[in-house]
């Protein structure tokens, strides 16, 4: 949420250039490398839970890392997270690869 000063307003910017969309942040280097890197780290953690209720999963914040929780749906055939990037994109992001992950790891350990 932009807080606006009074007589004052915030317009986005007509162009999205490397001027101003931030790039780098320090905390990205803890989780460093691809989208398969990052959904290990969430399995890794235990941080994937199934809701029964709700019927979804969510995937819970790397500690340090961020703060945020994403839920995943099943959407007909697919996934869907509520994240910036799958929400904006419509490529699967670090959260559904976990999900899939998860449910990897945990059929093969049923199989067994």
């Known amino acids: 949420m932009i807080k606006e000063e009074p007589n004052q ?8 250039d490397y001027k ?3 790039y780098y942040s320090h905390h990205a280097k803890k989780v460093k490398g691809t989208v398969r890197n990052k959904a290990k780290k ?3 953690l235990g941080l994937i839970q199934y809701d029964k209720d709700l019927k979804c999963f969510f995937c819970n914040p790397i500690p340090g890392y961020n703060k945020s929780r994403y839920k995943i749906e099943k959407v007909d055939s697919d996934f869907e997270c509520d994240c910036q990037f799958n929400v904006t994109t419509g ?3 670090s959260h559904i690869l976990a999900v899939f992950l998860y449910l990897k790891i945990k059929n093969w350990k049923n199989d067994r």
């Open 20 to 22: 101003n969309v931030l």
């Open 9 to 16: 307003t915030y317009e986005l910017p007509k162009v999205i």
């Open 42 to 44: 969430f399995v890794d």
């Open 91 to 93: 490529y699967m992001c």
